[in-house]
């Protein structure tokens, strides 16, 4: 199942499923609950990201070609930091270059998102995937200045301005994606491919992520999890590309789809 949320002519927000040739029902019941396909057709002005997150959970440095490129050792554990609920963007809505804490260096990051159905605490690795809802895509959007030289040491700085998190277009169940660690993921930046990989290049898998965060820790139902980013950012390139107004930045991800965000400067 595809699950969109959107909103309605009128503005009312609600979830719906998605189907062949761009019909969306109704979905009926909870998100994190019973649900199902009402089967009522409806109308979708807008596409909103697909939840509003309990947490943003982050994994950096998860990709091997990822960590060869900038030049770190794989890590033993996996290395965690947050993002911030403000940094949710829908899909279709811009990408905000920071003015008023300027800038210069804002770099895109394709990530698989875990979605978290079921409250996790000390999960069993060969048990975690019973707790997912779905997949999603993200752009871990990164202001690579802040992430490595501004935050004194910690990388939520770069990590959390305004609009830094988009994820969408839909979450989909886990009943169409049995393996998540065998998919594309790519970046498209103004048309040209920067990111172009499998999430079979992960360190640590989807089931491996969801054991240790959940080790002495309760995931609840509602928090998303990016898995990390392959190679191919922009800061690794020589020179660097990084993200500048009017550029257009599509996350694709093989069996979920396509997230699309313009990009524009923060006005004050």
Known sequence: MKIIRYQDASGTTGYGVQHAQGKVTRLEGELLGAHRDSGETVTVAKILAPLEPRDIMCIGLNYRKHAEEGGKPVPENPVLFFKNHGTLQNPGDPIVLPTALKSNEVDYECELA???????????????????????????????????????????????????????????????????????????????????????????????????????????????????????????????????????????????????????????
């Open 114 to 268: 875990v979605v978290i159905g079921k409250t996790c605490h000390n999960v069993k690795k060969e048990d975690a995937l019973k707790h997912v809802l779905g997949y999603t895509c993200a752009n871990d959007v990164s202001a690579r200045d802040w992430q490595m030289n501004g935050g004194g040491g910690q990388w939520c700085r770069g990590k959390t301005f305004a609009t830094f998190c988009p994820l969408g277009p839909c979450i989909v169940t886990t009943d169409e994606i049995p393996d998540p660690n065998a998919l594309s993921i790519r970046t498209i930046l103004n048309g040209q491919v920067m990111q172009d990989w499998n999430t079979n290049d992960m360190i640590f898998d989807v089931p491996t992520l969801i054991a240790f965060l959940s080790a002495s820790t309760k995931l609840l139902p509602g928090t998303v999890i990016l898995t990390g980013t392959p190679h191919g950012v922009g800061a690794a390139r020589k020179p660097p590309v990084f993200l500048k107004a009017g550029d257009s930045v599509t996350i694709s991800i093989e069996k979920i789809g396509d997230l699309t965000n313009p990009v524009i400067d923060e006005v004050l």
